[in-house]
T-cell receptor
Framework: DQQVKQNSPSLSVQEGRISILNCDYTNSMFDYFLWYKKYPAEGPTFLIS?????DKNEDGRFTVFLNKSAKHLSLHIVPSQPGDSAVYFC??????????????FGKGTKLTVNP | GAGVSQSPRYKVTKRGQDVALRCDPI?????LYWYRQALGQGPEFLTY????????KSGLPNDRFSAERPEGSISTLTIQRTEQRDSAMYRCASSFSPTNEKLFFGSGTQLSVL
């Protein structure tokens, strides 16, 4: 069962417009959420995160919103740039055995920003 | 090193052979993770180390999979008697401390079992 769901496999937006990537989760024990960005032939790289005690975190053009009651988070990119074209993974931190801090990832959304 | 280094970049092997995948984490990073990523999927947790201690191996699919980090730095993921279903991208990640959620991923080892 998928605990972190990214229901849109792909998204295409025009340069300069807003990109909104969505993520839903099922496990109410998740207390920290992250977005990773992945370019082809590279490993995922950390983009932005949010703790469950907040509902918004902003870093430059990137803002993550968390709606705990709906178990939903979203990543907003404003304005979108062609260099933002990548696969975006939503991830959540789950308490694990032995105190581990493993992340559970969604399947990813491929964002294409058209010039 | 500057980033997480994994080798080999690609590994093609025949069914039944053993393979060893290597991960060299960022210098000074305490925690090391192994993930597996199938095509079109997100990374899936396999196992996790703090220093040399394997803290969680709940994600290892079966006993053909094992991992070690004997000196708390370089780690090896070993798959014995490989099967075609083991074909995937194997990713290593490290973090500065166990409580730091930001993982730094390597470029991965693409394993193909023929």
């Amino acid at each position: 069962d998928q605990q972190v769901k990214q229901n849109s496999p792909s998204l295409s937006v025009q340069e300069g417009r807003i990109s909104i990537l969505n993520c839903d989760y099922t496990n109410s024990m998740f207390d920290y959420f992250l977005w990773y960005k992945k370019y082809p032939a590279e490993g995922p790289t950390f983009l932005i995160s949010i703790s469950s005690i907040k509902d918004k975190n902003e870093d430059g053009r990137f803002t993550v919103f968390l709606n705990k009651s709906a178990k939903h988070l979203s990543l907003h990119i404003v304005p979108s740039q062609p260099g933002d074209s990548a696969v975006y993974f939503c991830a959540a931190k789950a308490p694990g055995s032995g105190g581990s801090e493993k992340l559970v990832f969604g399947k990813g959304t491929k964002l294409t920003v058209n010039p | 090193g500057a980033g997480v280094s994994q080798s080999p970049r690609y590994k093609v092997t025949k069914r039944g052979q053993d393979v060893a995948l290597r991960c060299d984490p960022i210098s000074g990073h305490v925690s090391l993770y192994w993930y597996r990523q199938a095509l079109g999927q997100g990374p899936e947790f396999l196992t996790y180390f703090n220093y040399e201690a394997q803290q969680d191996k709940s994600g290892l699919p079966n006993d053909r999979f094992s991992a070690e980090r004997p000196e708390g730095s370089i780690s090896t993921l070993t798959i014995q008697r490989t099967e075609q279903r083991d074909s995937a991208m194997y990713r290593c990640a490290s973090s500065f401390s166990p409580t730091n959620e930001k993982l730094f991923f390597g470029s991965g080892t693409q394993l193909s079992v023929l």
